[in-house]
């Protein structure tokens, strides 16, 4: 800490020198020409003797994150986004006022410059500065061993750091944002509406989380951070939009881990006059349009593993997964007592309290789900734990219903809606009554929703897709914490 004041120390008194040479050390506008990629991309290539023959003139600006001097001139590399750029810094050429400027930065310090593009005497592609421009100083030094910063505390909680070392983290929040951007052009295309629901609801709602309370002094009112936007978004289905999608965040009081964060984003969509069926098709087109817009292929690597995204993708009961992932008998389906032995034979740790339909989810996602590396839809999940899915017809017990999984998680989780208020009456009550007796993740009676479906909801079918799994597919990244910006972390100490 003392060396980290001490660099500081010296920082500061490079303030006042600049400022004694008529420099502001916190600039304003400069108008940026060129970037460093675009330069790369369009002369990279060129001999020694094109480029001295064409004379290139560029406008720059970055970060220095590489310096090197050699008597009264030096070399600084510029970091532009995820570029950087050689830029050679001579005093013959800048004048005795800049040479001095020059002289005095640091790793981490903006500036600006206009020059020449040429090759040095090594060959490499670089900027003669005309002018240097500066812009900002930094205080603080780069961390040490920044090249490649790898320390997994400090990239997540200064994530600005990250960036600075990590060219490469750039590219996969570049990526994240052609993904969002690629899914609202799908569904635009195919006659969606975007919208924004609230995020503050009276009622948690719309999935089975703990939610972060909160309280509105004005209103004296306990309000919740959304779990999910599915019952305001359906009211809009009530109220005639035929199809709607939101992307925004959902916030679900949870632990953390590296496909947990308790702050996420979450896509939404519901189209009416159709079921769950039309939905495994959607999601299969989304996915693999997504797939050819990056890559321009359907076959991706995730983990060391190819992930073939082109349809059809494996349709598997989520009964029948059970059985055959396991090898157990039917009666294991119904009989809880077996449920429970069998548990216990395949090292799956469950409550002994538990009803045999929770017994039977415990062995399904820690026996099922890792095994479910290329893309598959599980369907016809049990109604005890689907309460907003339509049943079957074919079997009330269960619901019209699938959640997609790839690379051993899931990704989507989308059903045929329940439109009938009667029946999503008693299912609410039936969760109030398990949140009476302590399941803080039941759902509680929403009168205003059930209000809604009374005055007539068509047949409609919904889905959620995690944006941040998503990206992580597609990036090749194992935590959550590596495709989003800020994520959660304990407080710093």
Not at 61 to 90: C, H, N, P, T, W
Not at 120 to 146: D, G, I, Y
Not at 219 to 235: N, Q, S, V
């Amino acid at each position: 800490m003392d060396e980290l004041n001490d660099q500081r120390q010296q920082r500061i008194k490079k303030l006042d020198q600049l400022r004694q040479l008529g420099v502001a050390p916190y600039g304003t506008r400069f108008e940026i020409k060129d970037r460093a990629g675009q330069l790369v991309r369009l002369h990279g290539e060129k001999t020694k003797e094109t480029l001295e023959q064409e004379q290139i003139s560029c406008t720059i600006a970055g970060r220095i994150v590489g310096l090197r001097r050699f008597g009264k001139a030096a070399f600084a590399v510029l970091q532009d986004g995820s570029d950087r750029l050689q830029v050679y810094l001579k005093k013959d050429t800048l004048g005795e006022q800049t040479h001095q400027i020059s002289e005095g930065l640091d790793l981490g310090d903006w500036i600006g410059v206009t020059g020449i593009l040429f090759r040095t005497k090594t060959n490499e592609f670089t900027v003669e500065a005309k002018t240097l421009t500066f812009l900002s100083k930094a205080l603080r030094p780069l961390p040490e061993k920044w090249h490649g910063l790898t320390d997994v505390e400090t990239r997540y909680r200064q994530r600005y750091v990250d960036l600075i070392a990590n060219p490469q983290v750039h590219q996969i929040f570049a990526l994240r944002s052609r993904i969002v951007s690629g899914i609202r052009t799908f569904l635009s295309e195919r006659g969606f509406l975007e919208v924004e629901t609230p995020m503050m609801h009276p009622i948690p709602g719309g999935a089975a989380a703990k939610p972060f309370v909160t309280h509105h002094n004005a209103l004296d009112a306990e309000l919740y951070l959304r779990i999910a936007p599915e019952l305001y978004l359906k009211r809009l289905i009530v109220g005639g939009f035929p199809r709607v999608f939101e992307i925004n965040r959902n916030f679900r009081n949870e632990g953390i881990s590296t496909i947990h964060n308790p702050e996420f984003t979450m896509l939404e969509f519901y189209v009416a006059y159709a079921d769950y069926h039309d939905l495994i098709v959607l999601t299969e087109e989304l996915f693999s349009r997504l797939a050819q817009d990056l890559f321009g292929t359907t076959i991706i690597e995730y983990q060391g593993t190819q992930i073939h995204l082109g349809a059809p993708w494996r349709r598997w009961s989520y009964h029948q997964a059970i059985l055959e992932v396991n090898n157990l008998a039917p009666s294991v389906l119904t009989n809880r007592n077996e449920a429970l032995a069998a548990a216990k034979q395949l090292g799956v740790e469950v409550d002994p309290q538990a009803s045999l339909v929770n017994i039977l989810n415990d062995i399904f996602e820690e026996t099922v789900e890792p095994k479910l590396q290329q893309p598959t839809f599980i369907t016809d999940y049990p109604i005890e734990i689907s309460p907003l899915a339509r049943r079957k017809d074919s079997d009330p017990s269960l619901t019209d219903r699938f959640e997609l999984y790839i690379a051993g998680r899931e990704l989507a989780n989308a059903f045929s809606e329940l439109n009938d208020p009667l029946d999503q009456r008693e299912r609410f009550e039936a969760q109030a009554a398990q949140h009476a007796a302590g399941d803080e993740e039941a759902h509680r009676v929403d009168e205003d929703f059930l209000r809604a479906l009374e005055y007539g909801m068509p047949p409609t079918a919904g889905e959620g897709i995690g944006i941040d799994r998503l990206v992580m597919l597609f990036t090749n990244q194992a935590s959550i914490r590596d495709v989003v910006l800020f994520p959660q972390l304990r407080p710093e100490k």
